[in-house]
């Protein structure tokens, strides 16, 4: 007759014990994507996509696009696309498109801002506000719209 242990019992987790939040930190590489639920940070990086469920923060690197759920804090960095679920710090960076629902933008160049909150420092370029980003996208539209009408009767309707 073969003896069983027992197993030890799992003990709970205590909800009052405080832990380290979970954290992705790139430094001094090359990646493709970063796609993390909690906080990912890239230091002196170059980084394709950096996908973050809560904040996200860009330091000394170049970056495609930047998606987080919460705040996202970009200094001395350039982006393409940079969207926040929460407040955006842009210092002494450079990107083409910055979408949040509050900007603070100190020493940098920003394409199209599109913040009903915006907060522009000293030395602060934008290319397009929200305004002019829809106007623009409503001529283009319409343009569009009326080119693609006068092709279409231009070669007989053939798609």
């Known amino acids: 007759?073969?003896?069983?242990e027992e197993p030890n019992p799992v003990e709970p987790v205590n909800p009052s014990e405080t832990q380290k939040p979970v954290e992705i930190t790139v430094k001094q590489k090359?990646?493709?994507q970063i796609n993390i639920d909690q906080n990912a940070v890239v230091q002196n990086s170059l980084a394709g996509?950096?996908?973050a469920g809560q904040d996200g923060a860009v330091?000394?690197?170049a970056s495609g696009v930047v998606v987080a759920g919460g705040n996202v804090q970009f200094a001395y960095s350039a982006g393409v696309v940079n969207v926040a679920g929460?407040?955006?710090d842009i210092t002494n960076s450079a990107t083409g498109l910055l979408v949040s629902p509050a900007s603070s933008?100190?020493?940098s160049t920003i394409g199209v801002l599109i913040a009903p909150q915006a907060v522009l420092g000293k030395d602060?370029?934008?290319i397009m506000t929200t305004q002019q980003a829809l106007l623009f996208g409503a001529a283009f539209g319409m343009v569009a719209a009326v080119l693609g009408r006068f092709l279409r009767r231009r070669h007989g309707g053939r798609g």
Request: hydrophobic letters at 50%; proline letters at 0%; zero cysteines.
């Open 105 to 107: 933008v100190e020493r």
């Open 86 to 88: 929460g407040n955006a």
């Open 30 to 32: 090359m990646v493709g």
């Open 49 to 51: 996509a950096v996908i």
């Open 59 to 61: 330091n000394y690197s």
């Open 124 to 126: 602060v370029k934008v």
């Open 1 to 4: 007759m073969s003896m069983q």
